[in-house]
């Protein structure tokens, strides 16, 4: 398998092309209107506006091509406007492109759910549903879980990110720019450590037993277990940088969750569809979750989530409980039965796990040769560095913002994260040939090499 087998090679030209100042002149004329049109408070990592992408590359109105280490958050895991997905909204939208399902259903929706519930992780029965965002997929997980459970607290963790709704904020750990004079939050909603292995007070060896111990030692003494409806946790944190639990952690909560009759909710609205080299990032544990949200890389880009769990949970709610106008939209449903069968056919999760291999070691070096880089980590294509004052574990948030400049003057559209906002995270398309990774690689070195 070469890269040259995958993502719309032809279409666009898979190269680098930086021909003015990023952003250029059309783009800047464009945020002028977007400025008097638009409030601030949807922001945008990089303004250069988009005029056409494809494999691994984007392409912007100035006529630049940027290389994507983006994927639009972890969505475009197939390519941008893959071919096939792309050939599947056009005839659908020449049929119909709306009934809503509550009112006159359609194969497809059926379909899609039928393909959750076959990759998801166990092989138990399961039931799944479909939403627009992954914020609504977490607010009907949790929904679900009390109602299931009859019981209300719901646990989450440090780090996390889960949404943008009133309930999802709540859940999330961070507060600017996410929850900032957004309150009050939800109740019953209650904060955990996380097992943060480069950050953890007595070194990454101890941090698994430690923080589950500790989330376990406060889920029984502060709230009660049998007043926990559900804990909510991804399992490689997203917004949150990266971070990957230390081993053990998430056996050890799933273990507490099934010995205490809570339900286990993965968020996989990030590392799901094979992202992280595994279909979901569960599976690297071997854990099976209750519940598992999805989004994000379901559909190529079209608007589609969903909630996927144990049938005997999800047929509890009564008839009407749960829906919405759009969910799993006709558009959105041929998308991602495309999405399913290209990352299946393509074996997207091997490609994944191959991006991993080439970046890491690359990035690893990178850090031996620079004191400012305290972590390298992730898993296939979800790969992240922490940036910190030399040597120390002091978060360094302006050096990461002025890595990520440098790298967006030179064509890598690149995107930060982190609590503190001092990392760097990779997520390019899993579709992206080997040469355009490894220039990407070659932008993030020079960056750091001034
Ligand atoms: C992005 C994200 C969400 C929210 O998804 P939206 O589609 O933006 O509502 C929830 N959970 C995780 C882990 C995410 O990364």
New binding site residues.
Partial sequence: MTSEDFGGVGRLPQERRVVTEIPGPRSRELQDRRVAAVPPGVGSVLPVYVTDADGGVVVDVDGNSLIDFGSG??VTGVGNANPRVAARVKAQADRFTHTCFMVAPYESYVAVCENLNRITPGDHEKRSFLV???????ENAVKIARYATGRQAVVAFDH??????LL?MTLTSKSMPYKHGFGPYAPEVYRMPMAYPFRWPTGPENCGPEAAAQAVDQISKRIGATNVAAVVV?PI???GGFVEPAPGFLPAIAEFCRANGILFIA?????GFARTGDMFACEHEGIVPDLV?T??GIAGGL?L?AVTGRADIMDKVHGGGLGGTYGGNPLACEAALAVLEEIEEGKLAERARRIGEAMLPRLRALAGRHPAIGDVRGRGAMIAIELVRDGSSEPAPELTAEIARRCHARGLLVLTAGTYGNVLRFLPPLVIPDHLLAEGLDIIEAAFDG
């Fill in positions: 958050i972890a627009n965002s992954g914020a609504e997929a977490v996390g990110y889960h949404g943008r709704t999802t991804e944190l997203g917004e968020d996989e609205v990030q590392t949200t989004a994000k608007p989530a």
